[in-house]
């Protein structure tokens, strides 16, 4: 048990579609990341949240975007879905007090467009 | 080039039995942090062990040990006495850089090793 939540778990969206996914971060961790994991590879970053601020980004079109509201929770943004946009979404929080900023995932949120 | 090598993509073990997974990786930065995760097929990924590069001694935690040779470059996960639930996807990723408060970095993953476990 991770502490990271995130939803929905799964989800099926058409192209051109938006779509929103959540993530409610571990007590006391104040960092938030959002990575995208294609089937048979290994996850990859999107961007970085602190303080209600993007202070990271992967290489990733700007119609993807996100946002992180005071509780450090945060949301993960994709406009005008691509059906290579179909992945595992994972959300990662760190926080002081751990060995290197230890970071944990939560579950992820399975997006599938079609 | 790739920044993490995970040469072997699918691994079988005897229940009971120890394996080690490779791990090589590449960077240019004197500061940078080595972790281990585990992906069911579930999704979730599961953190196992961190190794920091300053960091004198081999991390451990529990059945999980990581064999860090900083002059080779790389950062071996050995599991001990493999159990059935051990049979998952293993990632070995890095963050490079100083590590601060509000810069959890991004991880640079590999793809991956698909352990199996036999009973």
């Known amino acids: 048990e991770t502490g990271v939540t995130q939803s929905p778990t799964h989800l099926i969206k058409t192209r051109g579609q938006q779509v929103t996914l959540r993530c409610s971060s571990q007590?006391?961790?104040?960092?938030v990341s959002w990575y995208q994991q294609a089937l048979g590879q290994g996850p990859q970053f999107i961007f970085q949240?602190?303080?209600?601020?993007?202070?990271g980004r992967g290489n990733f079109p700007p119609r993807f975007s996100g946002l992180q509201f005071p509780n450090y929770s945060s949301e993960l943004n994709v406009n005008a879905l691509e059906l290579d946009d179909s992945a595992l979404y994972l959300c990662?929080?760190?926080?002081?007090?751990?060995?290197?900023?230890?970071?944990?995932f939560g579950e992820g949120s399975w997006l599938t467009v079609v | 080039a790739q920044k993490i090598t995970q040469t072997q993509p699918g691994m079988f073990v005897q229940e009971k039995e120890a394996v080690t997974l490779d791990c090589t990786y590449d960077?240019?930065?004197?500061?940078?942090?080595l972790f281990w995760y585990k992906q069911p097929s579930s999704g979730e990924m599961i953190f196992l062990i961190y190794?920091?590069?300053?960091?004198?001694q081999n991390a451990t935690e529990g059945r999980y040990s990581l064999n860090f040779q900083k002059a080779r470059k790389s950062a071996n996960l050995v599991i001990s006495a493999s159990q059935l639930g051990d049979s998952a996807m293993y990632f070995c990723?890095?963050?490079?850089?100083?590590?601060?408060?509000?810069?959890?970095?991004?991880?640079?993953f590999g793809k991956g090793t698909k352990l199996s476990v036999k009973p």
């Open positions: 990662a929080s760190s926080g002081r007090g751990t060995p290197g900023n230890t970071i944990y």
């Open positions: 007590s006391g961790h104040n960092t």
């Open positions: 949240y602190y303080r209600e601020e993007e202070n």
């Open positions: 960077t240019s930065d004197p500061s940078y942090g």
């Open positions: 190794q920091g590069s300053y960091d004198q």
């Open positions: 990723a890095m963050r490079e850089g100083p590590f601060y408060g509000g810069s959890q970095g991004n991880l640079i």
